[in-house]
């Protein structure tokens, strides 16, 4: 029932959203191929650089903008083609301007791309991507995706840097709220579903945008996970972990790549052509362009392999960065690099070239003002349709953690209940970070949402102290509260006196995303001591967690009897929220990486190597182990419960043995055991015993969501080629060798049935 209603939204969503969509493939590729040529033949070597500057709109900017570029002489390198493309422009009314200038005033009237970020959602706001990959549903993605391309479009924006695809295992990183979590298998089946979502069918439609996987790459792998910070990283971990979500995006057909702020190995990912040119332009055959990050063609400077801009220049065209965002670099030297012999010109005419091929697949040497249609942005914007998909997709993001006794789903009627803590009222921080364009205080609020559902009358609020001091924004730090207990005795004294208790802790929408990194991954404030204080005077608290990546929870998953996964859940959180504690759908997320005990596990991930010692055998301490601290996570990667019982059973497998032309069915049965309908994620995972180098302990290798009636059983298959066990080894190449594997299927990474099959 619950697939044929997001199949429902997704049709209606579709077919509202085409209705005048161009017909696909309009333009065969090598009449775009002929266009382009001839465009490029009209060129001069200013031109053609100029397609490859692109500066951000100076009103909204993430960093600094380069010396001497104010609007005029934005305006005026506009003018004299010397602009390929704009960020941060955004409103069909704004774009049409700057296009238009760009179109009339220009010699060659080539328009410009125009971009933005649109991570999750425009203005109607879905999960933030950890969130939402936590719902195991790439369909899902694929529709929020959709949705934020049709907003975006309607806004006359052309291009979004999306998907982030960034792999991560240290949750001290702030950008872990912007990707998919820890595992490659479950990060390129999003990746690919939000390409396509962005994109559609067709990318000259009106209301499809072309994507960016970002950040191109390693960037998830920053030491410590301080924001820009360094990537040492061995091949196999990148092939066989980072790239796998890169190269789904590219089977996606995705326009765009972005490089990364980090260095790699000691080489800043800029000015990699290992990654750009051998890896993506080459054994990927990715024809779509790369552009920088924010300056990071600048920043080859500060990382000490270029001593000035220009030097810069040189290493980034020579690297495969087609676009210079902010830089400055290219403007300033790629004409004077091409005199002077050090760039040869046909670099810069195939990065002109692929630019120009992407703009013409969008169609806007056709209509350069097809994106700029007021009345559409009116129409569509946080429309019914779209609202009602953020409230299923918020729903499907939840993960239950815990819940003693079944205190969930609470009963609408005839319970008093306690709503507790700033967050559960606040109506700004569900829209997580990077929300584009989400209208400051428009979401629904927990305590709304549980109002909606339930009427008001049961239902009584108090917000307890403070959890930030003054002002919350997404350029400056944020100042927690520690010492003002205003607002603890009232909380308390409501809680003693209702029957249950919900309260929201975790993290502000601030707390996570860009240059929000942390050292302490613990509840901040007084959220701590609020929640021991409540849970002193009532023990039938249920936490509500909103947090943009894995934090610390050990004394309330120890004590409280329900905990609630919420992260930030974008414009429908409340209502989604109150859908799951009071039974109207039952919860079904798993975790998208694994929830630490402690920050000094971190990196912490699943699919880790064994090591030499993995086992306390002896007794003594020499093991790998912590002496403070068990090594296991608190909660494992795949993991969440459901308001019913799942059992798993009769394993089985279609053969013992595989080889290169064979392949392996392997399935269990499903059963609800409990009182309610449910859905599982079933997962598969296998373990490649013996191989030439040391091989993860488990690997996703697959997954299916089913849903269950009480009572009712399912056999899940999954199909096993070999090419599920190739891995990127020591000699540089992907096979799979012959050997034992044992294999899972289970409700997520640490348990399951277990069989084992050989590999001939
Ligand atoms: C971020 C990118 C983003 C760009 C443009 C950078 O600081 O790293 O992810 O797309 O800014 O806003």
Same mark, same amino acid.
């Given at each position: ?239 066989n972990i980072v790239l796998p979500p890169f190269k789904a995006c590219v089977e996606a057909e995705v326009a765009t790549f972005m490089n990364a702020f980090n260095t790699i190995n000691e080489m800043p990912a800029t000015a990699s052509s290992y990654l750009q040119r051998d890896i993506l332009k080459g054994e990927w055959g990715f024809d779509g362009f790369v552009v920088s990050d924010w300056n990071s063609i600048g920043e080859l400077i500060p990382h000490g392999v270029a001593a000035d801009k220009k030097a810069a220049a040189l290493l980034a065209i020579n690297a495969g960065s087609d676009m210079d965002m902010e830089g400055n670099a290219y403007v300033k030297h790629l004409e004077e690099l091409v005199n002077e012999g050090l760039v040869e010109e046909t670099l810069v005419d195939d990065a002109v070239r692929r630019i ?32 009602? %998909? !953020? *409230?299923?997709? =918020?729903? $499907? #993001?939840? &993960? ?89 005795? %009232? !909380? *308390?004294?409501? =809680?003693? $006196? #209702?029957? &249950? ?260």
């Amino acid at each position: 029932m619950k697939k044929l209603i997001l199949s429902i939204l997704v049709m209606s969503v579709i077919a509202v959203a085409c209705t005048k969509s161009t017909d696909p493939g309009k333009h065969a590729k090598n009449e775009i191929d002929v266009r382009v040529e001839a465009l490029l033949a009209k060129m001069t070597l200013t031109e053609k650089v100029g397609q490859l500057n692109q500066y951000s709109s100076r009103w909204e900017m993430t960093g600094p903008a380069p010396e001497g570029v104010d609007s005029m002489a934005l305006y005026n390198m506009i003018k004299e083609g010397k602009l390929g493309s704009m960020l941060n422009v955004t409103g069909a009314i704004a774009t049409c301007n700057i296009q238009r200038w760009a179109v009339d005033s220009s010699r060659l009237g080539i328009p410009l791309i125009l971009a933005y970020d649109v991570i999750h959602g425009y203005e109607t706001m879905f999960p933030i991507p950890l969130a939402e990959a936590a719902s195991w549903e790439p369909e899902l993605a694929q529709l929020s995706s959709r949705i934020a391309a049709i907003e975006a479009s309607a806004a006359g924006l052309h291009w979004t840097f999306a998907p982030m695809v960034d792999i991560a295992r240290d949750a001290r990183w702030g950008r872990f709220m912007e990707g998919s979590g820890e595992d490659p298998y479950l990060g390129a089946k999003m990746a690919y579903a939000r390409v396509k979502g962005f994109q559609g069918d067709d990318l000259s439609a009106e209301n499809t945008i072309a994507a960016c996987a970002k950040h191109f790459a390693a960037y998830g792998f920053i030491e410590s996970g301080r924001d820009y910070n360094s990537a040492q990283i061995g091949n196999p971990t990148l092939h066989n972990i980072v790239l796998p979500p890169f190269k789904a995006c590219v089977e996606a057909e995705v326009a765009t790549f972005m490089n990364a702020f980090n260095t790699i190995n000691e080489m800043p990912a800029t000015a990699s052509s290992y990654l750009q040119r051998d890896i993506l332009k080459g054994e990927w055959g990715f024809d779509g362009f790369v552009v920088s990050d924010w300056n990071s063609i600048g920043e080859l400077i500060p990382h000490g392999v270029a001593a000035d801009k220009k030097a810069a220049a040189l290493l980034a065209i020579n690297a495969g960065s087609d676009m210079d965002m902010e830089g400055n670099a290219y403007v300033k030297h790629l004409e004077e690099l091409v005199n002077e012999g050090l760039v040869e010109e046909t670099l810069v005419d195939d990065a002109v070239r692929r630019i120009l091929r992407i703009k013409f697949k969008l169609g806007l040497f056709d209509d350069p003002y097809k994106y700029c249609n007021p009345e559409r942005e009116e129409a569509v914007m946080r429309c019914e349709e779209h609202l009602a %998909a !953020a *409230k299923e997709a =918020a729903k $499907k #993001s939840i &993960v239950l953690l815990k819940n003693d006794n079944n205190l969930l789903p609470l009963k609408k009627d005839g319970l008093k209940i306690a709503v507790i803590g700033e967050l559960a009222e606040s109506k700004d921080v569900p829209l997580g970070s990077w929300r584009a364009k989400a209208v400051t205080n428009s979401a629904v609020s927990l305590l709304e949402g549980m109002k909606n559902t339930t009427g008001s009358s049961s239902i009584n609020f108090a917000k307890g102290p403070d959890y930030i001091n003054g002002y919350r924004s997404f350029l400056t730090e944020l100042q927690f509260n520690t010492t003002n207990r205003n607002g603890m005795s %009232a !909380a *308390k004294n409501l =809680a003693s $006196k #209702s029957d &249950v208790v919900v309260i929201a802790l975790g993290e502000d929408c601030w707390q996570s995303g860009e240059g929000r990194s942390q050292t302490d991954i613990a509840l901040k404030g007084l959220q701590q001591e609020l929640l021991e204080e409540i849970y002193k005077v009532n023990k039938n608290v249920v936490v509500v967690l909103m947090n943009g990546r894995p934090i610390e929870i050990n004394w309330m998953a120890e004590n409280v009897p329900s905990i609630v996964e919420c992260w930030h859940l974008g414009s429908e959180a409340g209502n989604g929220i109150a859908e799951v504690l009071f039974g109207d759908y039952n919860p079904a997320g798993k975790l998208p990486v694994s929830f630490p005990r402690a920050v000094g596990q971190q990196p912490l991930y699943y699919n880790h190597l064994n090591t030499g010692r993995p086992t306390n055998r002896e007794g003594n301490v020499f093991w790998s182990h912590y002496t403070d601290q068990s090594k296991e996570p608190l909660f494992p990667f795949g993991y969440g419960l459901s308001y019913t019982q799942f059992t798993y059973s009769d394993l089985a497998l279609s053969a013992g043995e595989i080889n290169e032309d064979s392949k392996i069915v392997a399935s269990a049965t499903i059963t609800n055991t409990g009182d309610v309908v449910g859905e599982e994620v079933v997962q598969l995972y296998i373990r490649d015993l013996v191989g030439s180098v040391s091989r993860p302990v488990k690997e996703l290798k697959g997954f299916k969501k089913i849903s269950l009636k009480p009572n009712e059983s399912q056999k899940v298959s999954f199909e096993i080629t070999t090419e599920d066990l190739e891995f990127y080894g020591a000699s540089g190449e992907w096979k799979a060798e012959p050997g034992e594997f044992k294999l899972w299927i289970g409700p997520n990474s640490a348990e399951g049935l277990e069989t084992a099959f050989v590999l001939k």
